[in-house]
């Protein structure tokens, strides 16, 4: 028994409501088919990641406890609003 089929027997035992479930979800994935990127949006993301890239080289090293400390120092305040 093939995929289709095993979808057809078990959608044969959903009740009506279910049905209309399933179908609403099928055309909901229909609906999200997304067209491969152009030539031209992928030299676009190109650019846009190579720039990132060199925004990021241009960065200062610095020592992960440093980062680490600025992370808290930056978390602790959002922390004590969601109390």
Same mark, same amino acid.
């Given at each position: 028994?093939?995929?289709?089929? +095993? +979808?057809?027997?078990?959608?044969? +035992? #959903? &009740?009506?409501?279910?049905?209309? =479930?399933? #179908?609403?979800?099928?055309?909901? #994935?229909?609906?999200? +088919? ?5 030539? =031209?949006?992928?030299?676009?993301? =190109?650019? !846009?990641?190579?720039? &990132? !890239?060199?925004?990021?080289?241009? !960065? ?22 969601? #109390?």
């Amino acid at each position: 028994m093939n995929i289709e089929q +095993v +979808v057809a027997e078990k959608f044969k +035992v #959903l &009740g009506p409501s279910q049905q209309q =479930d399933v #179908l609403a979800f099928i055309e909901l #994935l229909q609906s999200q +088919v997304i067209a491969p990127p152009t030539s =031209d949006e992928l030299r676009q993301a =190109d650019a !846009i990641i190579a720039r &990132g !890239i060199a925004r990021a080289q241009a !960065i200062v090293p610095q020592p992960p406890e440093l980062i680490w400390q600025r992370f808290g120092a930056i978390r602790q305040p959002s922390h004590s609003r969601c #109390l």
